[in-house]
């Protein structure tokens, strides 16, 4: 089944210790993102990465480092959580834009909370 | 100015009506818009994509671009309770895809 998967699926954590969310799609796609939801302020991108070992800043990238050392995997980590990261975390994965789409397909969410 | 922006709603529709849902957007070279769906509780799921002014019928589903104007919109015809849910505009900038806040819409019995 082609899918995005993300793990944990839920977190609560303490301020400053380091934590690292995992994605990865078995979709082959090269095109990689993670989003932040927040009430109000809808779906935001924090990082990209248009292939292995290309990754860039998307809106809100403040706080947060990614890697993409292979192409299914894009982990998400937080090197020094603090409590303004509590939020709804989506990865998602697309294929190349040159093939007409920039169809976006979401894990089911990491729900973070930093105490 | 927001770059991608929508009404948050709600927007409450009887059922079997036409729901429309509108986002407006500050780049006028965008090329290419999308509107997703997400149930609360869920991930965002894509439901339409446009490329070219005019219209586009997909089901119960139609998109409808104007260029000129920098309007997207999607109308949702015979409104069914399962189509409540947030709907998301989205258009790239470069590389990155721009989400609006969304719209709550609600399908009444």
């Known amino acids: 089944e082609a899918q995005v998967t993300q793990n944990p699926r839920y977190l609560i954590t303490v301020t400053g210790k380091k934590l690292t969310v995992t994605c990865s799609q078995n979709?082959?796609?090269?095109?990689m993102s993670w989003y932040r939801q927040d009430p109000g302020l809808g779906l935001r991108q924090i990082y990209y990465?248009?292939?292995?070992?290309?990754?860039d800043k998307g809106d809100v990238p403040e706080g947060y480092k990614v890697s993409r050392k292979e192409k299914r995997n894009f982990p998400l980590i937080l090197e020094s959580p603090s409590p303004n990261q509590t939020s709804l975390y989506f990865c998602?994965?697309?294929?190349?834009?040159?093939?007409?789409?920039?169809?976006?397909?979401f894990g089911p969410g990491t729900r973070l909370t930093v105490l | 100015q927001k770059e991608v922006e929508q009404n948050s709603g709600p927007l409450s529709v009887p059922e079997g009506a036409i729901a429309s849902l509108n986002c407006t957007y500050s780049?006028?070279?965008?090329?290419?818009f999308f509107w997703y769906r997400q149930y609360s509780g869920k991930s965002p799921e894509l439901i339409m994509s446009?490329?070219?002014?005019g219209d586009k019928e997909d089901g119960r589903f139609t998109a409808q671009l104007n260029k000129a104007s920098q309007y997207v919109s999607l109308l949702i015809r015979d409104s069914q309770p399962s189509d409540s849910a947030t709907y998301l505009c989205?258009?790239?900038?470069?590389?990155?895809?721009?989400f609006g806040t969304g719209t709550q819409l609600k399908v009444e019995l």
């Open positions: 998602a994965s697309s294929p190349p834009r040159d093939r007409g789409e920039f169809e976006q397909f």
């Open positions: 979709m082959n796609h090269e095109y």
């Open positions: 990465s248009m292939n292995v070992e290309v990754t």
């Open positions: 780049d006028r070279g965008s090329q290419s």
């Open positions: 446009i490329y070219s002014n």
């Open positions: 989205a258009v790239p900038t470069g590389n990155k895809l721009t």
